[in-house]
């Protein structure tokens, strides 16, 4: 069983930066892609940036790009998520998530992910 765990959120100010962090644990864990998403307080989870384990191809939501970086390190089964330039609409509740491996599912989607960490709050005041 695969677990994953998620840290560094907190409270910034606007235009501020945030590292976000997210370690998995298990026997095997060889996912096709990680990704990350959020949820704002009364709104879906939404896609906001994934890399692809092996060749680490990136993709980013239009909202976060040129602002946020996804990044990983295999040896250490960990992903991030550099936040930079964040505004109040950042705010949400943080998910970080992993696949099984390839399935024709895209990648933005939530349903492609079998594995997900509990979350953790980004707050940006303005």
């Known amino acids: 069983q695969v677990q994953l765990v998620e840290s560094g959120g907190g409270l910034v100010q606007a235009g501020g930066s945030l590292r976000l962090a997210c370690a998995a644990s298990g026997r095997t864990f060889s996912p096709g892609y990680m990704g990350w998403f959020r949820q704002a307080p009364g709104k879906e989870r939404e896609f906001v940036a994934v890399i692809g384990w092996s060749a680490g191809m990136q993709h980013y939501a239009d909202s976060v790009k040129g602002r946020f970086t996804i990044s990983k390190d295999n040896p250490k089964n960990t992903v991030y998520l550099q936040m930079s330039s964040l505004k109040p609409e950042d705010t949400a509740v943080y998910y970080c998530?992993?696949?099984?491996?390839?399935?024709?599912?895209?990648?933005?989607?939530?349903?492609?992910?079998?594995?997900w960490g509990p979350g953790t709050q980004v707050t940006v005041s303005s």
């Open positions: 998530a992993a696949d099984r491996g390839p399935r024709g599912i895209a990648v933005v989607s939530t349903t492609r992910y079998d594995y």
